[in-house]
């Protein structure tokens, strides 16, 4: 519940984008899928496991129970993630310090196919003083939704010449 709660938090801010939604959903399918992997069983199941004497092969299938019930909601949330994946190019709008200049090309070329050029190189050099500005920024930073973000970084720009492509 702790995996759905934070993330039911972030999606109820006013003015999330619909990049700040398909993170916080790929986000939950991430976790999900942790949970998967490294069998994740909660330290509480393991303390009712201990109380209540369960055998060990009771104990094997509640586990394969949880684990279904981490592929249900894994399918559950594919399933709202399905109609946002014509936007997912967009996914980058909510800044990272590891932002990667292949993440924008993606939104490079959904743009081009809906008749919008851009220019590549100048593009590019604008991701270079993005990616300068996101090395200094701590983390209270990252935590900022997208909206917020972006205007910090265009207020600290000295030009509007400078900033011309995203």
């Given at each position: 519940?702790?995996?759905?709660?934070?993330?039911?938090?972030?999606?109820?801010?006013?003015k999330n984008s619909i990049a700040e939604v398909l993170s916080a959903l790929n986000g939950t399918i991430e976790s999900l899928n942790q949970r998967i992997e490294q069998n994740f069983i909660p330290l509480k199941v393991r303390e009712?496991?201990?109380?209540?004497?369960?055998?060990?092969?009771?104990?094997?299938q509640?586990?394969?129970?949880?684990?279904q019930m981490y592929e249900e909601c894994i399918n559950y949330i594919n399933?709202?993630?399905?109609?946002l994946q014509s936007v997912k190019c967009y996914e980058w709008m909510c800044?990272?310090?590891d932002l990667q200049f292949e993440k924008i090309t993606d939104a490079l070329v959904f743009l081009r196919d809906k008749g919008i050029p851009v220019d590549d190189a100048k593009l590019f050099e604008e991701f270079c003083?993005?990616?300068?500005f996101l090395t200094t920024k701590q983390s209270d930073f990252y935590d900022e939704l997208a909206e917020k973000q972006w205007c910090i970084f265009l207020i600290q720009l000295t030009t509007a010449q400078e900033f011309q492509n995203f």
């Open positions: 519940m702790a995996t759905f709660h934070k993330r039911i938090a972030s999606l109820e801010k006013e009712l496991f201990q109380k209540h004497n369960i055998t060990a092969a009771d104990q094997t509640i586990n394969n129970e949880i684990k399933l709202w993630i399905t109609p800044l990272k310090k003083l993005l990616k300068n």
